[in-house]
């Protein structure tokens, strides 16, 4: 079956500082993955999504860059943080085929201080 | 683009019947899927609707409208436990990526005894 990590679960970080989210996908190949950022009482805000290794798609200008250097890998960066990037940080798989599912990794409650 | 709009809040009774309505506009419809979100954790699938018609899982159904660009989830014989924010998300093939999500911002339902 297939599996999704996410971590850290929690993480404080001070203004400024760098940042990187890992997540991993087990039991399946070549996933579509995605990184979404949910601020408080608020829907999920899609912010980069990868159909392959080294193929990634930002929405939104930000303050954030993703990787994806292996086919299960994702990696979410900052080189500073801003206090606005506080949120929870969600990544997700979704199947090759249209009526699949995406699945949610634990999530990341990132504290920007 | 896309727009999917649900209400912010709801209230219901333990044992009683809830519907949660979805409405959205998007171009290239591709499949309307169905979250429970619980507090400080990751959304979890609840269902999938790609054709007009009802879709039945448990005390859970998932209608859709493809015409009226509208869906509602049916809780029945509500728990406390279904105390959860329920989010709809659209798959549109013309959103940049054949395998992206869009979410509203979620439902909150709160179950009272």
């Known amino acids: 079956s297939q599996t999704i990590h996410q971590w850290p679960a929690t993480l404080v970080q001070p203004v400024g500082s760098p940042l990187s989210l890992e997540c991993t996908v087990e039991?399946?190949?070549?996933?579509?993955l995605y990184w979404y950022r949910q601020a408080a009482g608020r829907g999920l805000q899609l912010l980069f999504y990868?159909?392959?290794?080294?193929?990634i798609s930002s929405e939104v200008p930000q303050n954030l860059s993703a990787s994806r250097p292996q086919d299960r890998q994702f990696i979410l960066s900052s080189k500073k943080l801003l206090l606005s990037d506080s949120g929870f940080y969600l990544c997700?798989?979704?199947?090759?085929?249209?009526?699949?599912?995406?699945?949610f990794g634990q999530g990341t409650r990132l504290t920007v201080v | 683009g896309q727009n999917i709009d649900q209400p912010t809040e709801m209230t219901a009774t333990e044992g009683a019947i809830v519907q949660i309505n979805c409405t959205y506009q998007?171009?290239?419809?591709?499949?309307l899927f169905w979250y429970q979100q619980h507090a400080g954790e990751a959304p979890t699938f609840l269902s999938y609707?790609?054709?007009?018609g009802l879709e039945e899982k448990g005390r859970f159904s998932s209608f859709l409208s493809r015409s009226k660009g509208y869906s509602y989830l049916l809780l029945k014989e509500l728990q406390m436990k279904d105390s959860a924010s329920y989010l709809c998300a659209v798959r549109d093939l013309l959103a940049g990526s054949a395998r992206q999500l869009t979410f509203g911002s979620g439902t909150q339902l709160t179950v009272l005894p």
């Open positions: 997700a798989w979704s199947g090759g085929t249209d009526n699949t599912e995406a699945f």
């Open positions: 039991g399946t190949s070549n996933p579509n």
């Open positions: 609707n790609v054709l007009d």
């Open positions: 998007t171009s290239g419809f591709n499949g």
């Open positions: 990868s159909v392959g290794i080294g193929q």
